[in-house]
C-alpha cells in the first residue's frame, strides 16, 4: 500500500465507526466476485486494513495506478499556458505570459486563421455524454469534408465493422435508436452561438492494435473553414507548437493546478502552447509538454515553425508528459495504408452469400430427443421415465410458423436440436439442444454462410439484408452444442445451426457478454453438482410488445433480453437438475433486482418459474427441480429470490 492509501486509510479509521467490519461484511457479500477472480482472501483484506503490506494488493494498485496513463494532462505547473479563443483571436489576457512572439508567430502561420476549423464533438442521442472531445478538418483528396479526432472520441457513437477500418454509428441498446455526431466549430466563451457540422460517416475506426486515430466525413455546409495541411517531415526535438482544443474539468489532475492554468473556465475552445520533448521515430511515441485535460483528445498539434499539423493529441500522465500521433501515421490512415510497426488483426474470411434449404434436406435430422438425459441417470439403468423432459411448448402458439411440408406442424428438427419460430417477430421462440460431452466432435468454423429454411415461408425469414451493421446473427443453438457423435452428425449439426431460423437479432453490446453466456454450458458439465456430461438446453428471447424496433424496417422489433434453461442429471443420479438464466436490459430484468443498472447488458441466475412467466413457456418437471425455487432472500426469509447478479460463472448456485 503506498503512501497516499496509507494516509486515506489513517483518516477514514478516525471517521467512519467500525471501519474493518464494514469493509469485510462487503467483501463478502457485493465485492466477493471480484475477489475470488482477484484470488484475495478475506484474511489478505483484513491484513490490509490493520496496516500491513499485501503484496496481491500491492500488485492491483499499481496496475490500477498506470491506467491513468490514458488521461490528457497537465505537464508543466508553469510556463505552459492555456488561452480562451474569443471570435476568430486568442485572448491573451486569459492566460499567463508565454513569449513576445507567440502573437507574431501565430499570424505568421495563420494559425489564428484555421481557429474555426476545430471544432468540439457534440453527440446525438447519446444517453450520458453531451460531447466527447475535438477534431479539425484536415486536407483530403476526396469529395467530401474530412476532420480527424481519436479512436477512443470516436468509439463513444461509432462501431469498427470492417477489416480496413470502416465503422458504423452505434444505437442505444433499449431504444435502438441510433447515435450521431456533429462538430460544432464554435463553443467560444461567452458566446451562445453555435456553428455545426453534422457527422455523416466514420471512414476510419482505428483497431486496438493501432494509432489512436479515427476519421470523419462532415456534411458539407458551405461555411466551413480551411483545412489543416499535414507537415511534410516529423516535428524535432523542442520544436514550438499549439494546440487548439476544448479541456474539460478533470479530477485527474491538481484541482489547483487547473484553475491555475485554466481559470476554471472549462469546455470551450482554447490555445495552448508547449515544445516536443520527444519527436516520433526508432518506436517512440512523440511526446509534448502543453497543457490539456480531458476533452482535448484529438486536438492538432501545430508546428510554429512551418504552420502545419505535426500530431494528433490522444493522453499523457499528469507532470509527466502529453503523448501524440506522428504525421506519418496520420498521412497513412488518410491514405487507407497500414501502420508499419503495428501488428493488424488478421483480415476476416469472406463470407458467403445467402443461400436456402427445401425440406427433402432435412431428411435425416434427429431434432431434439426428450428422453436423452435418461441414459446419464445410474449409467442408463433407469428407464421409468423420471428423466424425460418434453419440449417446452408455448401457451400461445398462433404467433408460430407452420411448417409447409407437414401442416398443423410447428416443430422444426435439426440434427441433435429443434426449433419453434415465430413468424409474427421473425426470429426463433424456443431452441431445444440435446448436447453429449462425452464425444464431441470439433469442426473449425469456416467461411460462414447462412441459409433460409424453406420448411416455412421464406418471406417470415430475415436475411443478411436485416442486420445493420452494429448487429449481429446471434446463434440461439451455440454452434458447438450439437457438434457431437461421429463425424458426419456433428458436421450436419453444424451447418445446421447456420440456419436464420437459429438467428437472434443481438445488439453487439448483447455479444459482448459471450465469454459468460456461451461458457455457460461448458461449465456446468463440469460441475460437481451434476452428474455425467449429457444436458439439454433450451434458449429463447424474451419479447414484448413495447420492444423497440428496427429504423430500416419497423416492421422488426428487437428483443432485449434472452433467456436460457439447462437441464442435466443432479449429482446423486436420482433427480433432474435445471438452473435458468436472463441475458439483457430490459423492464423484466429491472423488475427483478436493485441492482439492475440502465446501459448495460446485465447477467443473471433467475428461477425457472420467473422465465415461464416473462415468456409464456412451460418448463414441466424442470420448474421444481430448480435450487432457486427452494431458495430465500438472506435477509428477508419471507421473501424468495428473484435474480443473483452473476459477475462470474462460478457465482452461479448450482
Known amino acids: 500500500m503506498n503512501e497516499e492509501s496509507e494516509r ?203 494509432p489512436d486515430i479515427a476519421i470523419l466525413e462532415l456534411e458539407d455546409t458551405g461555411w466551413l473553414g480551411a483545412p489543416f495541411e499535414l507537415a511534410d517531415a516529423e516535428a524535432g526535438r523542442d520544436e514550438l507548437f499549439a494546440t487548439i482544443g476544448y479541456p474539460a474539468r478533470d479530477s485527474r489532475n491538481a484541482a489547483d493546478a487547473q484553475a491555475e492554468i485554466f481559470r476554471d473556465i472549462y469546455d470551450k475552445k482554447r490555445l495552448a502552447v508547449g515544445y516536443i520533448v520527444q519527436p516520433a521515430g526508432s518506436g517512440r511515441l512523440m511526446q509534448h509538454d502543453a497543457s490539456t485535460l480531458g476533452g482535448a483528445s484529438g486536438s492538432p498539434l501545430v508546428s510554429l515553425v512551418s504552420g502545419k499539423v505535426v500530431g494528433l493529441h490522444f493522453a499523457g500522465r499528469y507532470l509527466e ?48 430427443v426428450e428422453t436423452f438425459l435418461e441414459e446419464a441417470a445410474s449409467g442408463g439403468a433407469r428407464s421409468d421415465g423420471a428423466f ?73 425469414q430475415l436475411t443478411s439484408a436485416d442486420f445493420p451493421g452494429d448487429f449481429d446473427r446471434g446463434h440461439l443453438v451455440r454452434r458447438e452444442d450439437p457438434n457431437w457423435g461421429d463425424e458426419a452428425a456433428a458436421t450436419m449439426a453444424n451447418g445446421d445451426t447456420f440456419h436464420y431460423t437459429n438467428a437472434g437479432l443481438q445488439h453487439a453490446l448483447l455479444n459482448r457478454d459471450k465469454k459468460r453466456w456461451l461458457g455457460l454450458e461448458d461449465y456446468i458439465l463440469r460441475s460437481a453438482a451434476t452428474h455425467g456430461f449429457k444436458a439439454s438446453v433450451f434458449a429463447g428471447p424474451i419479447m414484448t410488445d413495447d420492444d423497440p424496433v428496427l429504423i430500416e424496417d419497423e416492421s422488426i422489433q428487437v428483443p432485449l433480453a434472452y433467456w436460457k434453461v439447462v437441464a442435466m442429471v443432479a449429482a446423486d443420479g436420482k433427480s433432474l437438475h435445471a438452473t ?10 429491472a423488475s427483478l433486482t436493485e441492482s439492475f443498472e440502465i446501459g448495460n447488458f446485465n447477467f443473471y441466475q433467475v428461477p425457472i418459474r420467473d422465465i415461464e412467466q416473462a415468456t409464456g413457456i412451460s418448463f414441466g418437471p424442470l420448474r421444481d427441480a430448480d435450487p432457486l425455487a427452494r431458495r430465500v432472500d438472506a435477509e428477508r426469509a419471507d421473501r424468495p429470490v428473484h435474480a443473483i447478479a452473476l459477475e462470474a460463472l462460478e457465482d452461479i448456485i448450482l
Open 388 to 460: 424425460t423432459v418434453p419440449l417446452p411448448v408455448p401457451s400461445d402458439t398462433s404467433d408460430l410458423a407452420e411448417r409447409l411440408d407437414a401442416p398443423g406442424k410447428h416443430v422444426l428438427e435439426y440434427m441433435h436440436f429443434s426449433i419453434l419460430y415465430s413468424a409474427d417477430r421473425r426470429c426463433p421462440r424456443l431452441t431445444a439442444v440435446n448436447i453429449d460431452g462425452s464425444q464431441p466432435f470439433k469442426i473449425k468454423r469456416g467461411d460462414d454462410q447462412w441459409f433460409a429454411d424453406l420448411r416455412i415461408p421464406k418471406e417470415v
Open 8 to 210: 486515506r486509510l489513517e483518516h477514514f479509521r478516525h471517521t467512519v465507526p467500525n471501519l474493518n467490519e464494514r469493509v469485510l461484511k462487503e467483501a463478502d457479500t457485493t465485492l466477493a466476485p471480484v475477489l475470488r477472480r482477484l484470488n484475495i482472501t478475506p484474511a489478505d483484506l483484513e491484513a490490509a486494513l490493520n496496516g500491513h503490506s499485501v503484496a496481491k494488493l500491492d500488485a492491483f494498485e499499481s496496475a490500477d495506478r498506470s491506467r491513468n496513463f490514458a488521461l490528457e494532462a497537465i505537464v508543466k505547473r508553469v510556463g505552459r499556458p492555456s488561452y480562451l479563443i474569443h471570435g476568430r483571436a486568442v485572448d491573451y489576457s486569459t492566460g499567463a505570459d508565454f513569449a513576445t512572439t507567440l502573437p507574431g508567430l501565430l499570424s505568421q502561420h495563420r494559425v489564428e486563421a484555421r481557429l474555426l476549423s476545430v471544432g468540439r464533438v457534440n453527440t446525438i442521442n447519446h444517453p450520458s455524454m453531451a460531447w466527447v472531445g475535438t477534431a479539425w478538418l484536415v486536407a483530403d483528396k476526396g469529395s467530401k469534408p474530412i476532420a480527424i479526432t481519436n479512436r477512443h472520441v470516436a468509439s463513444e457513437f461509432a462501431r469498427r465493422r470492417g477489416t480496413k477500418g470502416e465503422a458504423v454509428f452505434l444505437r442505444d441498446p433499449r431504444s435502438m435508436v441510433k447515435y450521431g455526431a456533429m462538430v460544432d466549430f464554435l463553443q467560444i466563451h461567452d458566446d451562445p452561438q453555435i456553428q455545426e457540422a453534422v457527422v455523416t460517416g466514420v471512414r476510419y475506426l482505428a483497431h486496438e492494435s493501432e
Open 580 to 589: 435458468g438464466y436472463v441475458l439483457g436490459q430490459a423492464a423484466f430484468v
Open 321 to 368: 508528459f502529453n503523448n501524440a500521433v506522428s504525421v506519418a501515421s496520420l498521412k497513412r490512415a488518410l491514405a487507407g495504408t497500414a501502420v508499419p510497426g503495428i501488428e493488424l488483426p488478421a483480415a476476416l474470411p469472406q463470407e458467403k452469400r445467402d443461400s436456402e434449404h427445401e425440406p427433402g434436406h432435412f431428411t435425416e435430422r434427429v431434432g431434439y
